[in-house]
């Protein structure tokens, strides 16, 4: 993907913009994951997961028998996040190369799915469309094992 195709700032600049974003949402983000009724052991999926922050925190919420994996198409962020889950020993978080279609194909059966309010730009990648179907695909397979 040629790079001014992609609107959010990729790389190691744009994961920094990310981490701090995530601190700010951090609060909120949790609550909501709570109220939305993430618990251990669950599966769980995050699309656009940029530098893995929400994933992080999902993957301590669903302890050790659970798993997250996220996907994002920027490699760089990708690689940084897998190496910052290993520094937070976190075992049960994967990261994976992929569009929110290609995700939405996955033959993995998730209880849960977070699309990010970032990734729907129409960047052409994920549409408002896109995440909305994705989004709805998710909540008819739930099942989180």
């Known amino acids: 993907m040629a790079k001014s195709e992609y609107i959010i700032r990729g790389g190691v600049e744009g994961r920094e913009r990310l981490r701090i974003l995530a601190r700010v949402m951090r609060p909120t983000t949790l609550a909501l994951l709570e109220r939305a009724g993430m618990r251990a052991g669950m599966a769980c999926l995050e699309i656009g997961c940029g530098g893995g922050d929400l ?30 889950a290993e520094e937070q020993k976190l075992a049960n978080i994967e990261f994976r190369f992929s569009n929110c279609r290609e995700s939405a194909r996955m033959r993995i059966r998730f209880g849960a799915c977070a699309v990010r309010g970032h990734a729907p730009f129409g960047s052409g990648r994920c549409s408002i469309k896109n995440a909305a179907s994705v989004a709805a695909w998710w909540s008819r397979r739930v099942g989180g094992h």
């Open 55 to 84: 994933a992080f925190d999902m993957a301590r919420i669903v302890g050790a028998g659970g798993r997250v994996v996220g996907t994002d198409i920027d490699e760089t962020k990708l690689e940084v996040a897998a190496r910052e």
